[in-house]
Structures are given as C-alpha cells and as structure tokens.
C-alpha cells in the first residue's frame, strides 16, 4: 500500500506544481495587460515552478516503474492489467493536449476503454480524486463508435485486434491518445502499445499517430519507452 500512497502523492505534486504554473500565467498576464514591469520576479518564479513540475514528474515515472510487477505464472491477468492501470493513470502527466481538445474549462480528462474491460477496479482506484491540470479524471467504458472521439486516452483491448482500423479511423483528426495490446496495433496507426519483455510489462511509442493527433509526449515518457517509431508506416525507423 505504501507504494500506491507514493504514486498518490507524486500525482498530487504535479498536479499542484501545474496549478501554481497556471496562476503565475495569468498573474503575468495580467501584469502586460496593466502595463506592470515586474515580469522579472514573475518569470523567476515560473521557472522555479516549471523545475518543481519537472522533479515530480520524474519521481512519477520512477513509481510507475517500481509499480511495475515482474508478470509470472503466479502474477496472472490481475497483476497485468494493475500495471496496464497504472500506466494509464501516468501518461496523462507526460502529455500535453491542445485547448480544443476540450469542450469547456470545467469538462473532465477522458480516460476511455473499449472492448473488454479486464481492469477490474484498478483503473478507477488508481484515478480517484486525481485531476491534470485542474481537470478529474473520468473513467468509461464506451461501447458506440460515436462516443470515442469524445475520449483524451482511449484503451483498445485486445478483444477489439479485427477493429483496431475501424476504431483508429473514427477518431482520426481527434486529439485521442490510443493505446492498445497486441503487436498489430502500432501497424495499425494506434499511437501507443503495451508488450512483455522479459516477464516486463513495457511500452511502445508511434510518433507519427501522436503528432497526426497534436497531441506532446514528454522526452521522459519517451525515455521509458522501449521503442519510440519516429515515422509512418511505410518508413518506418525505431530508436
């Protein structure tokens, strides 16, 4: 339990070091509007902010990784899909959405599944009371085509592999982060997808599906990452 308050408090940080990030914005802001001139003192004390988000997005990833389970015969489908959980409830830390992509300032961040729903309540614990820039996190389990462009991370299972390019092309356009679990699913034009290595559970990161989403992953989510593919199907090179 220890492990999962650690996580709790690392979201908290960066969620917290966002917040100030936001409030000093518009404190500067509104100093040009006024025509002020102690953008100085403002602009000190962003960067001391934008280095705190930065120190507890990293201490994040280290969690995620430590929350990481070696899968074995005796881990099984319940310890793979808390990993899967917790990945999920980080990527949003590490990922920066346009304005547009969102109806209005108050409207919750999306965390979609579609498909099977093997997470049992991992998913939801791991995003109680937890918020990205001032946005709760909401969990759903879609079942229409018509829902999915709505999500900001949609999870395909497994269950979905014969859809994965009806599904990726409903959104396409869309700022969605897809996520999937089968070695099809980058092919496809998903944007991120789990796999086992050595009994670990990892992931894989298509660039080309991000940036066609407009959607900013953070050098250190790229850093985890075990293969970035820096370029679309058809000229395709991994790092």
């Known amino acids: 339990m220890g492990v999962f308050v650690l996580f709790n408090v690392a979201q ?3 969620a917290v070091a966002t917040g100030w990030r936001v409030g000093l914005r518009r404190a500067r802001q509104k100093d040009c509007n006024d025509g002020g001139l102690r953008l100085g003192g403002a602009g000190n004390a ?9 120190a507890a997005a990293l201490w994040l990833l280290g969690i995620v990784v430590l929350l990481m389970p070696s899968t074995s015969a005796q881990a099984g489908r319940v310890e793979e899909y808390r990993a899967k959980a917790n990945f999920l409830a980080a990527f949003p830390n590490f990922i920066d959405w346009p ?3 969102f109806p209005s300032e108050q409207a919750p961040f999306l965390l979609c599944v579609f498909g099977d729903f093997p997470f049992g309540t991992s998913l939801t614990e791991m995003t109680r009371g937890v918020s990205i820039r001032g946005r ?3 969990v759903r389990w879609v079942h229409k085509d018509q829902d999915l462009r709505a999500c900001h991370i949609l999870f395909m299972s497994r269950s979905q592999v014969k859809s994965y390019g009806k599904i990726l092309k409903a959104v396409q356009g869309a700022s969605v982060l897809t996520v ?5 699913f980058l092919d496809s034009g998903g944007a991120i997808n789990f796999i086992y290595d050595a009994d670990r559970l990892q992931f894989e990161v298509n660039m080309a599906a991000a940036n066609d989403a407009r959607l900013r992953i953070s050098s250190n989510m790229l850093a985890l990452a ?9 000229e395709a090179a991994k790092s």
């Open 12 to 14: 908290g940080l960066v």
């Open 46 to 54: 962003e960067r001391a902010v934008r280095l705190m988000r930065a």
């Open 99 to 101: 304005e547009e992509a």
């Open 136 to 138: 709760r996190i909401e």
């Open 180 to 184: 999937g679990e089968s070695p099809e």
């Open 226 to 234: 075990r293969h970035v593919v820096t370029k679309a199907k058809g």
